[in-house]
């Protein structure tokens, strides 16, 4: 069975970095992109970034709300996914989801919350 | 960006009723690969989306045959034939072919 495990979210002041980890189990890590994706609260869904696979180069793309702040990377020999989170801003609060996947996200963690508050 | 525009946003429904809902984007969803990357998710309250749909109309394993979807280049649609309490939630089209990947808006489902 497919599990993604978020975490590292908490209260964070503004300007402040945070990391989350995404570790992953049931399935070839190395095999996948993976992807995170985030929901302010009360609000819907937005992707924010992925990383492929290295079969595939491992490149990574990021929305325009956090390019330049947020940084993905993977450790294939881990299983963890990581969303590095740089100059946090209050807009930044929202649950974080981690995802499997590029295109079509087959699979969601249970997410982990960050608060972004002085 | 590739908007993706979702309706209703909200849609109110009797126990054992159909429903469907519209999904349409602001450009063609086809990938330079063939495919064309339209999903759907369903979010229970207090819970992570689920993929119900993937490129169209793929449905995942353990997802009722209850669920259906249909469409082509920007106008998509996913039918629900009979709906049920555990039905209940907010729906989501997202399309992962034009990088930034969007999401509509959501359409919350309630039984009326």
């Known amino acids: 069975e497919v599990q993604l495990v978020e975490s590292g979210g908490g209260l964070v002041q503004p300007g402040r970095s945070l990391r989350l980890s995404c570790t992953a189990s049931?399935?070839?890590?190395?095999?996948?992109?993976m992807s995170w994706v985030r929901q302010a609260p009360g609000k819907g869904l937005e992707w924010l970034t992925f990383i492929r696979s290295k079969a595939y180069g491992g490149t990574t793309e990021y929305a325009a709300s956090v390019k330049g702040r947020f940084t993905i990377s993977r450790d294939d020999s881990k299983s963890i996914a990581y969303l590095q989170m740089n100059s946090l801003k209050t807009e930044d609060t929202a649950v974080y989801y981690c995802t499997r996947s590029q295109h079509t996200l087959s699979s969601w963690g249970r997410g982990t919350l960050v608060t972004v508050s002085s | 960006d590739v908007l993706m525009t979702q309706s209703p946003l909200s849609l109110p429904v009797t126990l054992g009723q159909p429903a469907s809902i519209s999904c349409r984007s602001s450009?063609?969803?086809?990938?330079?690969?063939?495919?064309?990357?339209l999903n759907w998710f369903h979010q229970r309250p207090g819970q992570s989306p689920r993929r119900l749909i993937y490129k169209v109309s793929n449905r995942d394993s353990g997802v009722p045959d209850k669920f259906s979807a249909s469409g082509s280049g920007t106008d998509f649609t996913l039918e629900i034939s009979r709906v049920e309490a555990d039905d209940v939630g907010v729906y989501y089209c997202?399309?992962?072919?034009?990088?930034?990947?969007?999401f509509g808006q959501g359409t919350k489902l309630e039984i009326k």
């Open positions: 997202m399309q992962g072919t034009h990088w930034p990947y969007t």
């Open positions: 049931g399935f070839t890590f190395g095999d996948h992109a």
């Open positions: 450009q063609s969803l086809v990938h330079s690969d063939g495919n064309t990357y």
